[in-house]
């Protein structure tokens, strides 16, 4: 496994609560990815970072908020969690532009 | 947008039958695409990619993808399936050089039969 962490693996949060997922590197990669995988749909691109405090967004971005202050620490931050946002979420790195991404676990959220 | 299709949302094979997935893109230009597998209840695993070079591509657990530019595809084959091949696969493609997105395909779910 390529050296990256999730947590929470599984969190069951109420609608309105803000949430923050955080994915950890110990590989040093510059580029970070947060996918969000719903059936039928695959897995969507929420956020990503090409380095420290350089984020940018995907094609599912709105509701979502993203910071990387450090080069291994990706964090993903529902403002107000809504039934919708309920989804696995993964974490991807990759080393360069043109290398292939490696996955975390996921973690497995629900907005009840 | 650039987008990616994977035409089979569910397959269902014997084992021992020979697996083809489709995948298309839409992106004219010069792209990076890969295969990944997710087996149930894991995380996206790498099982093969394409940079350049000879677009018969092979990858790991006896996979391979053939890069065909004129008709947009990179479908992905296997001559003889395994009970354990059971999985979800996804089709992803980056465009080439400057682009930080990965763009994935809705999936394949693989059920083979033993």
């Known amino acids: 496994d390529a050296g990256i962490t999730q947590s929470p693996r599984h969190k069951v949060t109420e609608t309105g609560t803000p949430v923050t997922l955080r994915c950890h590197q110990t590989e040093n990669h510059r580029y970070m990815y947060w996918y969000r995988q719903d059936p039928g749909h695959g897995l969507r691109l929420i956020h990503y970072s090409y380095g420290v405090k350089d984020t940018d967004k995907g094609e599912v971005s709105d509701g979502y908020s993203v910071s990387r202050s450090k080069t291994e620490d990706f964090l993903l931050t529902l403002e107000s969690a809504t039934s919708s946002q309920t989804s696995v979420y993964f974490c991807?790195?990759?080393?360069?532009?043109?290398?292939?991404?490696?996955f975390g676990q996921g973690t497995r959220l629900t907005v009840v | 947008a650039q987008s990616v299709s994977q035409h089979n949302h569910h397959v269902i094979l014997s084992e021992a039958a020979s697996l083809e997935l489709g995948c298309n893109y839409s992106y004219g230009g010069t792209v990076n695409l890969f295969w990944y597998v997710q087996y149930p209840g894991q995380h996206l695993q790498l099982l093969l990619k394409y940079f350049s070079g000879d677009p018969l591509v092979k990858g790991i657990k006896g996979f391979e993808a053939e890069f065909i530019k004129s008709k947009f595809s990179f479908n992905l084959r296997k001559p003889s399936v395994q009970w354990s091949d059971t999985a979800e696969y996804f089709c992803a493609v980056k465009k080439g050089a400057g682009s930080y997105q990965l763009t994935f395909g809705k999936g394949t779910k693989l059920s083979v039969i033993p």
């Open positions: 991807a790195i990759k080393k360069g532009l043109d290398t292939e991404a490696f």
